[in-house]
């Protein structure tokens, strides 16, 4: 039988391989990761128990929604809303390790994979740092989360950190200047970790605009009357859909539901939100995979006014933190052991181990700088860049490559082909890759379009 194979065995590509045995048992799967079958990825790698996942554990799910919240009762006692995102990766792990030890068919290869080639037009060979592989008649791109982008220039200084994590390696930093770029959930981990572990650090955390994120309490499903599929279809019919169309949808929804307040009021003022908490965020996460398809109807022009004028706003309203640390920030900024810095223009080295940091009428020297903003571009790495080389993908504007919105195929310079990407690579297309529905979805799409019945 003809194989397929997955590049990546993070939380992506195990959901892709779990769905493609289900549907079909007898297919025959490579599996590509250099670390190794652990199914957690980089965002639920094995690290300190501060780093939270930040929606609750009845919301987290793999196989079938409710089998993390399962696995909690029978196996840990805390029970909590927002455990450690370490305890899904081990939830991960083991469910896929199981699971390939009872299935047939199942190779796995602790390779990086540097390129992949088209072989024939239904066929393709994936190159790793130890040998070529294949033919395969399909194969899955579920690379994960890549480093920040180093836009400052920093990597090679001594204690510059590119990468947040694993936070685990930070906790050795004992400082009074510790300079944290970025103010999402990243910087968030580290702020935490590094305050938490030593009593004398100080941090600042460092943005170029906006401020800390608002926090979750525990929110549920909820049903949607405006910003459903069906509505959608029968009032919105065109093929594109403008920015002020979209407001009022949203703000349509906020009204069906109760909640007396604009989208733009929430993403302006976070505090606004504590109108009701828990259903804002119920709302907010029912439209997890409605937003990719309300982006993929927006011109191209008002793509580029969002991503630049609302899209900071929006993801630091829409990706919250947990209750619990949004409690330490706060008593960490009244004890004076954190602060926070906007209007960040520069850093660079200062001496031979320290930074300085400059903004609007702003400067300070300081001893460490972690780059805590997020993830980086798909497109800036090896594989990535090769398959452009070779024609297989091109770059998405917004960020990623281009993949068609309906499956997932990723398009070349002639057209779509039996390529497929999940997650991170597709974020131009799909606006919002980071939340496990919207992962769902595509794991779906792409396995009816590898496996049609």
């Excluded at 770059?395 to 398009?411: A, Q």
């Excluded at 310079?413 to 039996?418: F, R």
């Amino acid at each position: 039988m003809e194989k397929v194979a997955i590049i990546g065995c993070g939380y992506s590509g195990s959901i892709v391989l779990h769905r493609l045995k289900n549907r079909n048992p007898n297919i025959s799967i490579d599996l590509f990761d250099p670390a190794g079958m652990s199914g957690h990825g980089l965002a639920y790698q094995p690290d300190i128990s501060s780093n939270l996942i930040n929606r609750p554990s009845s919301l987290m799910w793999l196989n079938e929604p409710g089998d993390f919240s399962r696995w909690l009762c029978e196996n840990h006692t805390e029970g909590n809303t927002n455990p450690p995102r370490a305890l899904f990766g081990e939830f991960i792990k083991l469910t896929l390790e199981r699971f390939v030890a009872q299935s047939t068919n199942i190779q796995f290869h602790a390779e990086t994979v540097t390129n992949i080639n088209k072989l024939s037009p239904k066929h393709y060979l994936v190159t790793t740092s130890k040998k070529i592989h294949g033919p395969y008649r399909a194969v899955v791109l579920a690379t994960g989360n890549p480093e920040p982008r180093d836009v400052y220039k920093l990597s090679g200084k001594t204690n510059y950190y590119n990468s947040a994590y694993p936070t685990l390696r930070l906790l050795d930093i004992r400082s009074r200047h510790i300079g944290v770029i970025g103010n999402q959930l990243s910087a968030i981990d580290t702020t935490i970790a590094l305050l938490d572990e030593y009593p004398d650090n100080r941090v600042t955390v460092l943005s170029r605009r906006s401020k800390l994120p608002n926090y979750s309490d525990n929110y549920e499903p909820c049903e949607l009357n405006v910003l459903n599929k069906d509505h959608l279809a029968n009032h919105f019919d065109s093929t594109k859909i403008s920015l002020s169309a979209i407001r009022q949808l949203f703000d349509a929804e906020l009204i069906s539901q109760g909640v007396d307040i604009s989208l733009m009021e929430l993403m302006t003022d976070h505090t606004k939100v504590d109108i009701d908490r828990k259903k804002i965020y119920s709302i907010l996460s029912a439209t997890n995979t409605v937003v990719p398809h309300l982006w993929s109807r927006i011109p191209d022009r008002e793509k580029r006014i969002l991503s630049k004028r609302y899209a900071p706003h929006w993801r630091q309203f829409r990706v919250p933190i947990p209750k619990e640390s949004r409690h330490k920030i706060d008593i960490f900024m009244r004890k004076g052991r954190l602060r926070a810095q906007s209007g960040i223009v520069n850093i660079q080295p200062y001496g031979s181990q320290k930074f300085r940091v400059q903004g609007d009428g702003y400067e300070e020297i300081f001893t460490h700088i972690i780059n805590a903003t997020g993830i980086g571009d798909s497109i800036d790495t090896p594989l990535y860049r090769n398959m452009v080389k070779h024609g297989l993908c091109r770059p998405n504007e917004h960020g990623g490559i281009k993949v068609c919105i309906d499956d997932c195929r990723i398009i070349g310079t002639d057209s779509c082909h039996d390529l497929f990407a999940i997650g991170t690579p597709t974020i131009g297309d799909f606006f919002a890759t980071s939340n496990i529905d919207v992962l769902q979805m595509q794991a779906e799409i792409i396995t009816k379009k590898i496996m049609p019945r």
